[in-house]
């Protein structure tokens, strides 16, 4: 199995700053890498896929990049609504697998 | 717009099966491939299986020996069973479309709990 190892495990930020959350693969997932977002109640939404592409509808603050085995996910300009759970899924193996997740809250 | 949602028990004994049911609206399950993933407490996630636009499914090996996806296009509705569970498989269920092999829709979740 590809390990997905993600950090932080939570994260404090402050109104209006850029977060960056990272997904290492424990082997080369060729851009195979998903992030979603999912609020407390609430199911995850898909934010980015292969790697550094938008979903339909999700802000332009968010943003995608990384290759080979290190992956982030940025949050510009940090709103109120962007607190939630993030986590990572790579699926370049067809045994998906996740990341732990990070918490994000604000400052 | 693409709506999933799980139901089924919420609490099942040890050594049992849990069953439980998507049904989607919106989308044909005979279109793509729909799939059910487990969250545990402790936020772990875990890709169970999928089945696919023609009956075709695929699973987790590890749990491939006690997991069975099937369908029923007539009511657009997937189907989870997981024989032989423990208390380790006390989680969240969450059913979803996998589209291009990420899950661009899920349900709300159903939390199932194994105790006795």
């Known amino acids: 199995d590809i390990q997905m190892t993600q950090s932080p495990a939570s994260l404090s930020a402050s109104l209006g700053e850029t977060v960056t959350i990272e997904c290492r693969a424990s082997?080369?997932?060729?851009?195979?890498l998903a992030w979603y977002q999912q609020k407390p109640g609430k199911s995850p939404q898909l934010l980015i896929y292969?790697?550094?592409s938008l979903h339909t509808g999700v802000p332009s603050r968010f943003s995608g990049s990384g290759s080979g085995t290190q992956y982030s996910l940025k949050i510009n300009s940090l709103q109120s609504e962007d607190v939630a759970s993030y986590f990572c899924?790579?699926?370049?193996?067809?045994?998906?697998?996740f990341g732990a997740g990070t918490k994000l809250e604000l400052k | 717009e693409v709506q999933l949602q799980e139901s089924g028990p919420g609490l099942v004994k040890p050594s049992q099966s849990l069953s439980l049911t998507c049904s989607v609206t919106?989308?044909?399950?005979?279109?793509?491939?729909w799939g059910w993933i487990r969250k545990f407490p402790g936020n772990k996630m875990e890709w169970m299986g999928y089945?696919?636009?023609?009956?075709?499914?695929s699973y987790n090996p590890s749990l491939k020996s006690r997991i069975s996806i099937t369908r029923d296009t007539s009511k657009n509705q997937f189907f989870l069973q997981l024989n032989s569970v423990t208390t380790e498989d006390t989680a969240t269920y969450y059913c979803?479309?996998?589209?291009?092999?990420?899950?661009?829709?899920w349900g709300q979740g159903v939390m199932v709990t194994v105790s006795s």
């Open positions: 292969n790697a550094n």
């Open positions: 899924q790579q699926y370049y193996d067809y045994l998906n697998t």
């Open positions: 089945i696919s636009y023609s009956g075709s499914t």
């Open positions: 979803a479309r996998y589209l291009r092999r990420v899950f661009d829709y």
């Open positions: 082997e080369d997932i060729y851009n195979g």
């Open positions: 919106g989308y044909s399950i005979t279109s793509n491939y």
